[in-house]
Nanobody, 124 residues
Framework: QVQLVESGGGLVQAGGSLRLSCAAS????????MGWFRQAPGKEREFVAAVSRSARNKYYADSVKGRFTISRDNAKNTVDLQMNSLKPEDTAVYYC?????????????????WGQGTQVTVSS
């Protein structure tokens, strides 16, 4: 069992930055790949970024490449999402998830555990 708790969301102006963090419970954190998804009002949840168990491989949605950076610290059981050059279309609830570390990290159904989400609002 893995419990995930996100933090770091808030209101920021376009062009600004935010850093999201996800804290995981349990001793098996390094056994899971970790990802971030987001869901805007009226839209389906979409993939944002993911990192493999060892942090060797990182994956990004095209819409955030070059602006967002995912990182993890297996000693601290955390995964972060640094978001720069934010745009109004980045406004959404951001969710942290854990997947097996295999398969397709951009697919929502690969994930076994989810956090409760944190709101990010980017004003124009």
């Amino acid at each position: 069992q893995v419990q995930l708790v996100e933090s770091g969301g808030g209101l920021v102006q376009a062009g600004g930055s935010l850093r999201l963090s996800c804290a995981a419970s349990g001793r098996t954190f390094s056994s899971y790949g970790m990802g971030w998804f987001r869901q805007a009002p009226g839209k389906e949840r979409e993939f944002v970024a993911a990192v493999s168990r060892s942090a060797r491989n990182k994956y990004y949605a095209d819409s955030v490449k070059g602006r967002f950076t995912i990182s993890r610290d297996n000693a601290k059981n955390t995964v972060d999402l640094q978001m720069n050059s934010l745009k109004p279309e980045d406004t959404a609830v951001y969710y942290c998830g854990a997947y097996s570390g295999y398969g397709y990290p951009e697919r929502e159904n690969e994930y076994s555990y989810w956090g409760q989400g944190t709101q990010v609002t980017v004003s124009s």
